[in-house]
């Protein structure tokens, strides 16, 4: 069924919401020939909400609420650009004879973006303050770094891609096993934990959160159905200048 036959069966033309200005309360007010709500723009997959929300709690002068201040209006000025776009390109099909478009009522337009666009983070202030939320234990920061996962895979988080190996395959491989101890016990996961438990199958007979105290980063320890044993570890982007093990 196209526009047309919608509008046909309809009496009124069908309301059309971009994804981003798809609000519950537009959509429940709306009225047939009535003006376009206007709606703050907001791309529900990337979470900004997660971000703002965590952004209220924390102290002046942590770079946490910076990171994800910035990021949540960078997403809100990316939806609304998409919206405008895409309500412009409907529009003018709109005006040409014959076009389906033109039995679409749009039903939501994106609110004014009143701030200026600012200019992003320094990356010293960025990587700071990833560190702390990546590190945090909470739901919400979870839900935050899902934002950040899905917006640029985590690229100023203090570590990158998950690395999976054999403690038995070399001897630097078990030499640095050897040095993991275990994480705290009796708490919920953190945000790097939560990435490594992913890799956790129902048939796994061993399941151990474990902690590199010079790297820094979590390892998880799994045995599977067959006693094969397995690491993952989330590897660090940099090394500390004053480490032991840079050189």
């Known amino acids: 069924m196209n526009w047309a036959q919608a509008a046909a069966a309809l009496g009124v033309r069908p309301p059309w919401f971009h994804y981003t200005l798809r609000n519950p309360r ?5 009225k ?19 971000l ?22 960078h997403l809100r000025r990316l939806a609304a650009s998409e919206a405008e776009r895409e309500i412009s390109e409907i529009r003018a099909e709109a005006a040409k004879d014959g076009s ?27 990587r700071a303050g990833w560190q702390q939320i990546v590190e945090r234990r909470d739901v919400l920061a979870a839900a935050a770094a899902g934002a950040v996962l899905q917006w640029d ?32 016990a009796g ?5 790097l934990e939560r990435l490594l438990l992913e890799h956790v199958t129902s048939v796994d007979r061993v399941v ?30 940099r090394i500390s200048t004053v480490s032991r093990w840079r050189r």
């Open 153 to 184: 895979g985590g690229k100023v988080w203090p570590v990158g891609h998950t690395a999976q190996f054999d403690p038995a395959s070399s001897p630097a491989a078990a030499e640095w096993t050897a040095r993991l101890s275990p994480a705290p």
């Open 26 to 30: 537009a959509i429940l007010d709306w």
């Open 100 to 126: 389906d478009c033109a039995y679409v009522d749009i039903a939501a337009v994106p609110a004014p973006l009143l701030r200026a666009e600012d200019a992003p983070p320094a990356e010293t202030v960025q």
């Open 208 to 237: 151990e959160l474990l902690y590199d105290e010079v790297s820094g980063c979590p390892a998880l320890r799994r045995v599977d159905h067959m006693g094969e044993m397995t690491l993952f570890t989330r590897v660090p982007q």
């Open 32 to 50: 047939p020939k009535g003006p376009p709500a206007i709606v703050p723009a907001d791309d529900i997959e990337l979470g900004t909400g997660a």
């Open 187 to 191: 708490q919920p996961p953190t945000v």
């Open 52 to 73: 703002l929300e965590l952004a209220a709690d924390e102290p002046e002068g942590s770079p946490a609420p910076t990171v994800c201040l910035w990021l949540a209006r």
